[in-house]
């Protein structure tokens, strides 16, 4: 517990909504496979790991970038079994350099984010004239 979804995760949760979007538009089924109700079940079907994977522990809120990687490999696996590759490739590109480029930065200019709450002094306060 307390550990994000990992790659392995990740690439499961692609492959599996890869597989049910080709499947839907696998013509051996005919007319009786609408590709957008498996679309939509599968993006209903992440969207419960998602919030599965989302920890409130008193103030704190853990798992939103684990559950918001969770959804987006989901529609990456979706792109790829519709054949928007080109689509998939360029949102990899995009997710894994948010993933990556973005936490220097956070951490630069939000340095206590992660340690403060609403309840607590500002550093600029002097808790000595309460």
């Known amino acids: 517990m307390g550990h994000p979804a ?3 995760t990740m690439a499961l949760i692609a492959a599996g909504s890869c597989l049910f ?8 089924f005919g007319s009786r496979v609408d590709p957008t109700r498996i679309a939509a079940q599968v993006v209903t079907g992440v969207g419960f790991l998602g919030a599965g ?3 409130r522990q008193g103030e704190y809120v853990r798992g939103l970038t ?4 969770i959804w987006v490999a989901a529609s990456l696996g979706m792109a790829v079994g519709f ?3 080109t689509i998939a490739i360029f949102t990899a590109a995009v997710v894994i350099l948010t993933l990556v480029a973005i936490r220097p930065i956070e ?3 939000f340095k206590n984010r992660r340690t403060r709450r ?7 306060e002097d808790s000595s004239q309460t």
Do not use: Q, V
């Not at 979007?21 to 051996?28: D, S, V």
């Open 118 to 124: 609403r309840s607590d002094p500002h550093p600029d």
């Open 66 to 69: 684990t559950a918001a990687s």
């Open 107 to 109: 951490n630069r200019f």
């Open 6 to 8: 990992g790659i392995r």
């Open 21 to 28: 979007t080709a499947l839907a538009l696998e013509p051996a």
């Open 83 to 85: 054949g928007y590759f």
């Open 53 to 55: 994977s989302i920890l």
